[in-house]
């Protein structure tokens, strides 16, 4: 019984993580253009659901490296906040870079390119806020529910 309630409790808190990373990356993208969306409350609803929206979609593309990742933390009795935040930033930065967003080949006369992009950045933030989330929720109790 103990195991039912360790796994809602897991994906409740797998939801709201990706609700947070989902947040984080719309302001980290969008932040600049903001101010533009003024008070008309048609744009705000559809900045909230493409939020939305990408939180449920970045949950589908790293279910399995997350799945992965919440099972050793249950095997091992991980509860280390810095080993969520930086699994997390992990995990979305190689779905990041392995889905080719991370090579960009931008030449300049003037400057060169950053060796780390702005967006490879809010990528890798959002993915701490996910562990960090999920690590607030679920991961300081994980492996405890063997213990009873």
């Known amino acids: 019984m103990a195991l039912i309630g360790r796994i809602v409790v897991i994906l409740f808190a797998l939801m709201l993580a990706a609700l947070a990373a989902g947040i984080v990356t719309a302001f980290g993208l969008v932040h600049l253009e903001l101010h533009a969306l003024g008070n008309d409350p048609v744009d705000h609803v559809f900045f909230w659901g493409v939020t939305a929206f990408a939180s449920g979609i970045a949950v589908l593309a790293g279910f399995l490296p997350t799945l992965i990742g919440v099972v050793v933390a249950e095997a091992f009795s991980i509860r280390s ?58 991961g300081r109790n994980a492996g405890r529910w063997r213990k009873r």
């Open 81 to 138: 906040l810095l080993a969520y935040a930086i699994g997390g930033a992990v995990i979305v930065l190689i779905g990041y870079y392995g889905a080719g967003f991370g090579w960009t080949y931008e030449e300049s006369i003037d400057r060169p390119p950053p060796p780390i992009s702005r967006e490879a950045e809010i990528a890798a933030a959002a993915g701490a806020t996910f562990g960090f989330a999920y690590w607030l929720i679920a």
